[in-house]
Nanobody, 125 residues
Framework: QLQFVESGGGLVQPGGSLRLSCTVS????????IGWVRQAPGKEREGVSC????????IYVDSVRGRFTISKDNAKNTVYLQMDSLKPEDTATYFC??????????????????WGQGTQVTVSS
């Protein structure tokens, strides 16, 4: 059984930082890719970033490039999303997601099979 425990969301001022964590069980991050998908109210879900079994990462959203960094600790079976220089438009619920495949999908919208419960990120002054 796959389980995801997400944490790290919250309220932050524009320009601030947050680090999201997602600890998984039931599968190994050393064998499978995992990523982050976000959904803002009234907007479609969008894949943000993904990290594959080898540790190579992909950014799907141009607006977060240079501000968000995905990483993982295989020993802890935990994936992180470091978010810096946050903007109000980053406000969304962030989900960790895996397709149980070693590679990340080419498009973020295809990161969509197994989901965590989500953690809310609100960027506001």
């Amino acid at each position: 059984q796959l389980q995801f425990v997400e944490s790290g969301g919250g309220l932050v001022q524009p320009g601030g930082s947050l680090r999201l964590s997602c600890t998984v069980s039931g599968f190994s991050l050393g064998l499978y890719a995992i990523g982050w998908v976000r959904q803002a109210p009234g907007k479609e879900r969008e894949g943000v970033s993904c990290i594959r079994d080898s540790g190579v990462s992909t950014i799907y959203v141009d607006s977060v490039r240079g501000r968000f960094t995905i990483s993982k600790d295989n020993a802890k079976n935990t994936v992180y999303l470091q978010m810096d220089s946050l903007k109000p438009e980053d406000t969304a619920t962030y989900f960790c997601v895996t397709n149980l495949h070693p590679n990340c999908p080419r498009e973020g919208r295809n990161l969509n099979e197994y989901w965590g419960q989500g953690t809310q990120v609100t960027v506001s002054s």
